[in-house]
């Protein structure tokens, strides 16, 4: 089950990538700084729906981001 969670304070601050990820469309990203658009809790595991300044989203782990 997939539950939406937003203890610190993390919707809508931007991220830096700690290592390349690919988006949903499969595209590879590093040098870009996306946008949390929500925190979630699945199957006991954190992870952050981001959004690219090109609309293309996808989930990463915390320890994949560096919060600014």
């Keep these: 089950m997939m ?10 601050r931007h991220c830096k990538l700690q290592k390349p990820v690919r ?3 499969g595209r590879s990203r590093f040098s870009e700084q996306p946008r ?12 952050y729906l981001v959004q690219f300044d090109d609309g293309a989203t996808t989930f990463l782990f915390p320890d994949e981001v560096v919060i600014q």
């Design 3 to 12: 539950t939406s969670i937003n203890t610190e304070g993390l919707v809508g």
């Design 23 to 25: 988006d949903h469309d």
């Design 36 to 47: 949390i658009l929500r925190e979630v809790n699945n199957l006991d595991r954190r992870m």
